[in-house]
Antibody, heavy 127, light 110 residues
Framework: QMHLQESGPGLVKSPETLSLTCTVSGDAISSTNYYWGWIRQPPGKGLEWIGS???????YYNPSLKSRVTISVDTSKNQFSLKLKSVTATDTAVYYCARHGCGGDCYHFWDYDFDFWGQGTQVTVSS | QSVLTQPPSASGTPGQRVTISCSGS????????VHWYQHLPGTAPKLLIYRINQRPSGVPDRFSGSRSGTSASLTISGLRSEDEADYHC???????????FGGGTKLTVL
């Protein structure tokens, strides 16, 4: 049974660094079939993709956040992590981790979808 | 302001058919796969439709997806009370080089 669980501080002070970890169970993060991503939802707004990582450490980032984001993978712990630096109140959101699965032939990163998600963790940025 | 545009709300009575729209552009919906997610607040979002009109195993055939030009639609037939949730569309945007989402549609079953 595929399961993803986010963990990390629920409160971060501006302008410190937000750090979250996603623990994956039910499949190996080192599988060649998947990417692993982070998505967030600010209060009252839609979902926003933050970035994604392959088990090799190769990354894709949302250009709007790229200068502040680092996503890494630890295959020995079956985890991947998010670091978002210099946070402000606009980074307050529910943060989700998710698996990118492939529903057919996948030749490019954008051929994938988000097929399993964690339940999300609330992160509030205070001043 | 989300890149993909969805109506903020939709409603229907049990047994009815409801359609939720997702409007985009030539750099996302028209040229990329469109995916739909069902989300009950406090729970993990669930993949409902992938690649425009494909259903994952376990998703009832009451749920269907389609695309026409720069717009996509999610249709729920035979509406049930348990369908009350938020629905989000998503697609890859070639111009932004990013996954983009709609603002979400809150479906109420009256």
């Amino acid at each position: 049974q595929m399961h993803l669980q986010e963990s990390g501080p629920g409160l971060v002070k501006s302008p410190e660094t937000l750090s979250l970890t996603c623990t994956v169970s039910g499949d190996a993060i080192s599988s060649t079939n998947y990417y692993w991503g982070w998505i967030r939802q600010p209060p009252g707004k839609g979902l926003e993709w933050i970035g994604s990582v392959y088990y090799t450490g190769s990354t894709y980032y949302n250009p709007s956040l790229k200068s502040r984001v680092t996503i890494s993978v630890d295959t020995s712990k079956n985890q991947f992590s998010l670091k978002l630096k210099s946070v402000t109140a606009t980074d307050t959101a529910v943060y989700y981790c998710a698996r990118h699965g492939c529903g057919g032939d996948c030749y490019h990163f954008w051929d994938y979808d988000f097929d399993f998600w964690g339940q999300g963790t609330q992160v509030t940025v205070s001043s | 302001q989300s890149v993909l545009t969805q109506p903020p709300s939709a409603s229907g009575t049990p047994g009815q058919r409801v359609t939720i729209s997702c409007s985009g552009s030539s750099s996302n919906i028209e040229t990329s796969y469109v995916h739909w997610y069902q989300h009950l607040p406090g729970t993990a979002p669930k993949l409902l439709i992938y690649r425009i009109n494909q259903r994952p195993s376990g998703v009832p055939d009451r749920f269907s997806g389609s695309r026409s030009g720069t717009s996509a639609s999610l249709t729920i037939s035979g509406l049930r009370s348990e369908d009350e949730a938020d629905y989000h569309c998503a697609a890859w945007d070639d111009s932004l080089s990013a996954w983009v989402f709609g603002g979400g549609t809150k479906l109420t079953v009256l």
